[in-house]
């Protein structure tokens, strides 16, 4: 069982999808704690650590925002896979968010995975979009941020809302980079990792 650690639900039917393409049959138990972005936001402790402990010892955080402190109480970061995979790509790296607070995490799991942001970009009143159920307008607005964004390198987004917004924008989507599938796959091989070796038999 993957227990998952999200911010909003618009996240659990993107992982239902992708547990259904790669580990069919696998239990997901989605917990959505809102509370703890707005806490994040404020600059205060909503309790991850907490949250994180009371999930289990398999546990996968889908908001950047929260990632440090989740990772901290045992988690895995689910934008973690993604920042290793900008610095393997090479050249210069722009981080794109819809939320400020994003960013100073994002920019730091960056280094250390041995990267550096040439630019970063906040996508004004694309957040305001999110939150108001404007699903279309907020994806618009981040391809509209992706196109001016285009050069030689990688283009992140930061936040796993942000990924839909690839296929929206005239850039070559191997260089936009997004989280959900490669920090999904990142958890499916820590669960292979720790699980008991199978018994040959006779």
């Known amino acids: 069982m993957l227990a998952m650690l999200h ?9 239902e999808a992708l547990r259904d393409e790669h580990a069919p049959g696998l239990e997901l138990r989605h ?8 806490a994040a936001r404020a600059g205060v402790d909503g309790g991850v650590a907490r949250a994180v402990r ?3 010892p398999a546990v996968l955080c889908t908001c ?3 990632g440090p402190a989740a990772e901290a109480a045992g988690a895995l970061r689910l934008d973690r896979a993604m920042m290793a ?6 050249g210069p790296i722009t981080v794109l968010a819809t939320v400020a ?18 630019a970063t970009h906040v996508v004004e009143d694309a957040w305001a979009r ?5 699903r279309d307008g907020y994806l618009g607005l981040i391809a ?3 196109t001016a964004a285009d050069g030689p390198g990688a283009i992140v987004l930061a936040q796993a809302s942000m990924a839909d917004a690839a296929g929206r924008a005239g850039v070559t989507e191997a260089r936009v980079l997004s989280s959900p599938e490669p920090g999904f796959l990142a958890a499916l091989a820590r669960l292979d990792a720790a699980a008991p070796p199978r018994s040959t038999g006779r």
Request: glycine share 10%; no cysteine; hydrophobic share 55%.
């Open 31 to 38: 917990e959505v704690r809102a509370d703890l972005l707005d």
């Open 130 to 134: 999110f939150e108001a159920g404007d």
């Open 144 to 146: 509209a941020a992706i």
């Open 85 to 90: 995979a900008a610095v393997a790509h090479g």
């Open 64 to 66: 950047s925002s929260i």
């Open 7 to 15: 911010t909003s639900p618009v996240h659990v039917p993107v992982f």
């Open 54 to 56: 009371a999930l289990g």
């Open 101 to 118: 607070s994003t960013l100073a995490p994002s920019l730091a799991l960056l280094a250390e995975e041995g990267g550096e942001a040439a």
